[in-house]
C-alpha cells in the first residue's frame, strides 16, 4: 500500500539556523513528491514537487527538497530558517504507475522557529 | 493566480442536520477534491470529481455526499451531520494536463457539529 511518513510531529529550530523537515514514502512504483506548506489561517501552498531528474528541487521561500530513491525519501530543507517560515508542512506522494492521480499525505510536522 | 473560495470559514451546525459546504474555483480547472484535515491524520480525501457530474469516492466518503453540476462548483453535503464529522474541510482544485498533480486549495472550512 501507498503510504508518507511524517516522523516528526514538531520541528523547533532558531532563527538563521538551518532546517530539515523530514518526509518517507513508501510506493510500488516510481513517486511524484510533493510539500505543501499551511500558515496559520489559511489554505495549504504548494511549494515544490519532484517528477523526474535532478534529485534536487528548488522550490517558494528559499525551500528546497532532495529526493534520495535509495532512502525512499524527499526531506524538505532551508538554509536558514525565518521565524515566517513557523508553519504545518505535509508531504505528499502519487504513485505514477498506480491507476488513479489521487494524493497520499502524511500527517503533517509543526515547524516552530524561534527568534 | 488560481482562486479557490468556499463558502463560509467557520459553521456550527446541529446533530441531524443537513450541511451544504461550498466551493469555486475560477481557473477551469477538471478536477476538484474534498479533503478533511485533523490534526495528527494528515489529509484525507473524502470524494473528488474529475468532470462535471463525475464523482469517484475517497477514502472516507462514508457520512458524505457530493454534487458537481458546474465546473467550477463543487457542493460537499453532509446528509444527517454527526459530532464525529467536526473537522476542518478543504476543497482543491488541479488541472488535467502537465500540472494535474499540483492541487489549490481553499481557505477551508471549520465545522462544528453541536
Known amino acids: 500500500a501507498q503510504s508518507v511518513a511524517q516522523p516528526e510531529d514538531q520541528v523547533n529550530v532558531a532563527e538563521g539556523n538551518p532546517l530539515t523537515v523530514k518526509c518517507t514514502y513508501s510506493?510500488?512504483?516510481?513517486?511524484?513528491l510533493f510539500w505543501y506548506v499551511q500558515y496559520p489561517n489559511r489554505g495549504l501552498q504548494f511549494l515544490l514537487k519532484?517528477?523526474?531528474?535532478d534529485n534536487l528541487v528548488k522550490g517558494s521561500y528559499g525551500f528546497e527538497a532532495e529526493f534520495n530513491k535509495s532512502q525512499t525519501s524527499f526531506h524538505l530543507k532551508k538554509p536558514s530558517a525565518l521565524v515566517s517560515d513557523s508553519a504545518l508542512y505535509f508531504c505528499?506522494?502519487?504513485?505514477?504507475?498506480?491507476?488513479?492521480?489521487?494524493?497520499?499525505w502524511g500527517a503533517g510536522t509543526k515547524l516552530i522557529i524561534k527568534p | 493566480d488560481v482562486k479557490v473560495t468556499q463558502s463560509s470559514r467557520y459553521l456550527v451546525k446541529r446533530t441531524g442536520e443537513k450541511v451544504f459546504l461550498e466551493c469555486v474555483q475560477d481557473m477551469d480547472h477538471e478536477n476538484m477534491f474534498w479533503y478533511r484535515q485533523d490534526p495528527g491524520l494528515g489529509l484525507r480525501l473524502i470524494y473528488f470529481?474529475?468532470?462535471?457530474?463525475?464523482?469517484e469516492k475517497g477514502d472516507i466518503p462514508e457520512g458524505y455526499s457530493v454534487s458537481r453540476e458546474k465546473k467550477e462548483r463543487f457542493s460537499l453535503i453532509l446528509e444527517s451531520a454527526s459530532t464525529n464529522q467536526t473537522s476542518m474541510y478543504l476543497c482543491?482544485?488541479?488541472?488535467?494536463?502537465?500540472?494535474?498533480?499540483?492541487?489549490?486549495f481553499g481557505p477551508g472550512t471549520r465545522l462544528t457539529v453541536l
Open positions: 482543491a482544485s488541479s488541472p488535467n494536463g502537465g500540472d494535474t498533480d499540483t492541487q489549490y
Open positions: 510506493v510500488s512504483g516510481n513517486p511524484y
Open positions: 505528499a506522494v502519487r504513485d505514477i504507475g498506480g491507476s488513479n492521480y489521487q494524493l497520499i
Open positions: 519532484y517528477i523526474t531528474g
Open positions: 470529481s474529475y468532470d462535471v457530474k463525475m464523482k
